[in-house]
């Protein structure tokens, strides 16, 4: 097939494929009645406030579950039984429970008659900083275990070429098995990150005023129907189409190198 034939052929889909997707959006859309855009506009500030307030909780959670996971995977390969077991349990725990029941729990448990007072001190918002903490050790545990994955895969032969020359442990991790392990779990690895950012809207249950609790406040103080629920949409796709192109990439750029 021709370079001209070949792009002929793809807008041809591309517009197909648009034409329906705008056919179901009207049919879908066009059903339901009482649209009150004006009023949604009124309450922009609102609305853009809690989506600052996601992103921020986003690129907070998602540098310290990176950090979890890294600590995490170190710890379960550390010949020491003490640290390598209770890395081991508490992954487990956090696998094995819902996502709300540890916010609650660690929020009105553990962290907040510890840290409340002390953050409230400083002048910080104590929900969002521990609704950051809760996320990074949920998301992280989960990070842990692609990263130990993805490091067990390599093969021994690897390990001991890199001690061959001479390599340090960390020089091994960092030259040598790291590298090799994100192209394979570099996949898995974005799409926690994507439901990461997903789940920081159910820490609206401990009072963090982000994207969907602000939508929610929204519909409460207008009466409106889903107004709201579209930019909320919209502002999360925002936030994870960027992820996900990022992800796809990184693969391609990976796979032209080998």
Not at 60 to 72: D, R
Not at 166 to 171: D, S
Not at 201 to 215: D, N, P, W
Request: hydrophobic share 50%; charged share 15%; aromatic share 12%.
């Amino acid at each position: 097939m021709t370079p001209a034939r070949r792009l002929t052929l793809n807008l041809t889909v591309a517009t197909a494929v648009l034409a329906a997707f705008a056919a179901v959006c009207v049919v879908l859309f066009g059903s339901l009645k009482g649209w009150d855009w004006p009023k949604t506009w009124q309450y922009r500030e609102l609305l853009f406030q809690g989506w600052k307030t996601t992103i921020l909780l986003s690129l907070g959670s998602l540098v310290g579950s990176t950090v979890v996971g890294v600590l995490l995977l170190l710890g379960q390969r550390s010949g020491l039984w003490a640290l390598k077991w209770p890395c081991r349990l508490f992954l487990e725990f956090v696998r094995e429970t819902p996502l709300l029941v540890q916010l609650l729990v660690g929020y009105f448990v553990i962290f907040a008659p510890l840290l409340s007072r002390t953050l409230d001190g400083w002048g910080w918002d104590d929900k969002l900083v521990i609704g950051i903490l809760l996320l990074s050790l949920f998301s992280g545990a989960y990070l842990g275990e692609i990263l130990r994955g993805g490091v067990d895969s390599i093969p021994r032969a690897q390990w001991d070429s890199a001690r061959a020359v001479g390599f340090r442990t960390g020089q091994v991790y960092r030259h040598v098995i790291f590298p090799q392990a994100l192209r394979r779990v570099l996949p898995a690895v974005a799409g926690q990150f994507v439901s990461l950012i997903k789940d920081s809207s159910l820490l609206s249950v401990i009072g963090v005023q982000e994207f969907a609790y602000q939508a929610k406040a929204y519909t409460a103080k207008t009466y409106g129907g889903l107004e709201a629920y579209v930019p909320l949409a919209v502002g999360y796709l925002l936030l994870t189409v960027p992820i996900a192109w990022l992800s796809h990439r990184l693969e391609r750029r990976y796979r032209d190198e080998t």
